[in-house]
T-cell receptor, first 115, second 111 residues
Framework: GAVVSQHPSWVICKSGTSVKIECRSL??????MFWYRQFPKQSLMLMAT?????????EQGVEKDKFLINHASLTLSTLTVTSAHPEDSSFYICSARHTLGGGYTFGSGTRLTVV | GENVEQHPSTLSVQEGDSAVIKCTYSDSASNYFPWYKQELGKRPQLIID?????GEKKDQRIAVTLNKTAKHFSLHITETQPEDSAVYFC??????????FGAGTRLFVKA
């Protein structure tokens, strides 16, 4: 149980374009999802907390207009990287807290490369 | 703000030896401490967790200890095997809200 499906697993896009990443909780309802970014050989840095039906809460230094988060249902949260630049290239990963046991389940991650 | 420090950043052990990774946290309200193992290019996988009302938890070769007074928690892996080689992250969380991760420890187990 407690599976989070994340798509796409990898994407290459041109500078200036936008990319949408989806995370779905498959067998539980996730009222809250977290979006992280991980650069090579570094830790997971929390970007924002996504709450179903309300605005996301962004961490300091994360541009909310660049990283658009939508959590329209209890099972789906999306992160859109707008006007992507090469420095946005990273591994993006979502996680959701599941009510059973209170643990966190991670999506499989999305490797974004902006060329 | 909240902070989790993790040491060492790199750890190399001989197969069969034990490995210990230590973390400290700053937010005294933290009450949930998971540990994740991440292999290259893959998602972090929860390997063990501990809550603030428990001082120690063990699962086969893996154990975690928590000292709330000192805000320290540690991961202990005994009888290490080559497949234990990975990056390990500690984390601290407050009741279902955001989780703050340590910087990670790259563990190498030499056969």
């Amino acid at each position: 149980g407690a599976v989070v499906s994340q798509h796409p697993s990898w994407v290459i896009c041109k500078s200036g374009t936008s990319v949408k990443i989806e995370c779905r909780s498959l067998d539980f309802q996730a009222t809250t999802m977290f979006w992280y970014r991980q650069f090579p050989k570094q830790s997971l840095m929390l970007m924002a907390t996504s709450n179903e039906g309300s605005k996301a809460t962004y961490e300091q230094g994360v541009e909310k207009d660049k990283f658009l988060i939508n959590h329209a249902s209890l099972t789906l949260s999306t992160l859109t990287v707008t006007s992507a630049h090469p420095e946005d290239s990273s591994f993006y990963i979502c996680s959701a807290r599941h009510t059973l046991g209170g643990g966190y389940t991670f999506g499989s991650g999305t490797r974004l490369t902006v060329v | 703000g909240e902070n989790v420090e993790q040491h060492p950043s790199t750890l190399s052990v001989q197969e069969g030896d034990s490995a210990v990774i230590k973390c400290t946290y700053s937010d005294s309200a933290s009450n949930y401490f998971p540990w994740y193992k991440q292999e290259l290019g893959k998602r972090p996988q929860l390997i063990i967790d501990i809550r603030s009302n428990v001082g120690e938890k063990k699962d086969q070769r893996i154990a975690v200890t928590l000292n709330k007074t000192a805000k320290h928690f540690s991961l202990h892996i005994t009888e290490t095997q080559p497949e234990d080689s990975a990056v390990y992250f500690c984390a601290a969380s407050t009741g279902g809200f955001k989780t703050i991760f340590g910087a990670g420890t790259r563990l190498f187990v030499k056969a």
